[in-house]
C-alpha cells in the first residue's frame, strides 16, 4: 500500500496572528516518471473537488505510482471559510475584490531572453531551466518584493511554485448550478478524451491570471518563440509536455461522495494516459465530448430583473428560440405580463445558470456553448 505524506505550508496570516494553513498531500514517485499537481476550492464555494483529492487519495494507495503526486484540498483557507449567512461567498478577496483566481503570475518578457541562451541545448535541458527560471521568478516575487504582497498574491504565489514543479497542472472548481466541463488549452485537446468530461472550452495562448494559464501560456508562447526563430521545439514531446486544465466538477456548495469518486476515476484516467500512474484499469468512457472555442463560450445577461425559472437542460443542444428560461414579475400580476419567456437566435448548448431564483437585470443567468461541435 502507498503512503502518502502530509506537509502543512503557512500561506499568510490574520489580524490575531492566527496563521492561514494549507495541508499538501504527496506521494513520491521516480523522479523520471511525469509528475502531477492537484489543487481544490481555490474558490471558496466550489467545495467537490476537496471530495475528489480525498478520494484520489484513497484510490492513489492501492494501484502503482510512477510519478510524483501533490494533492493540495482547501487551498484557499480565506475563501473557504468566507460565509455569509447560509453562503460561502469566496469568489473574490472581499478586500480587494479581486477574483481569487486571477492572481496567479507570468511575466512573459522572460521568453526572449531565454530562448536566446537556449539556441542548441537539448530538449530535456531547455525544460529542466526553464521549469527552474519559473520557480526562481515565483520565488523572487515571494521573497524579495519590498513592496510587499496582496493576501491573494501571497497564496496564489505559494501554490504556483508548487505548480510548476510538475508537469501536469488541474486546478478543481465547480460552477453555480453547473454540469462538468473543462478548460483546456487548444493544444491539448487530444488529452480532453482521457477525461469523462462531456464539455470542454478550448483556450487560447493569453495570459489572464488563471492558474491553468499561469502553468501552460510560458510552455506554449516559449514554443511559439522557438518556431519564429524557425527551431522545431514541439510541445507534444515527451521532456516538453506540459498541460494544465481547470476542472469544473459540478455546482458549488455541494459534497457528494460518490459522484467525488466517479470524479477520481475519471482523473486517474488522464494520469494513466500521461504515465504518471500504471493502472490500466482507469480507461475513460465513451461518450459525445462537445468543444467550443473560449470565444464562443457566451454568457447571457437577463434582460430584466425578476424571478427566474430556469428551463433548459445542461448538455441538450438547445434549438433557436426555444427558452432558456421564464421569467415572473410579481409587480404584473393581475394588470400586466406577469410571465416572460427568454431565449437566443442560435442554437446553443447550455452550460451552467445563476445559482439563484432572484436576478437583478444584468445578472449572468445562463453560460451556453455556441458554434460548439463534437471533439
Ligand atoms: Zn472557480
Redesign the pocket.
Known sequence: MNRFSKEVINVGEMASGALLTVPVYRLKGDSSAPSVYIQAN??GA?VQGNAVVFQLLELLKNISVKGDVTLVPYANPVACNHKNGEYTLG?FDPITGVN??RMYHFDPSIIKPFVRESIGKDDAIIAANFKQLMIDKIEQKLEHNAFGLTTGQRIAYQLQRLAHQADYVLDL???PISSKHLYCPEYAKASAQYFNIPHNILIPNTFDGALDEATFCPWWQLQEAFAELGIKYSISSKALNKESF?V?LGSQEQIDLDAALEDAKSILCYLQHKGVIDAAQYQPQIMTRFACYLKDYKAYYSPMGGMVDYLAEFGKPLAAGKPLARILRMDNYGDGDPLHYVSLENEVLPILHFASASVNQGTELYKVFTHFFEL
Open positions: 481555490m474558490h466550489e469568489r481569487w483566481n472548481h465547480t460552477g481547470t469544473e
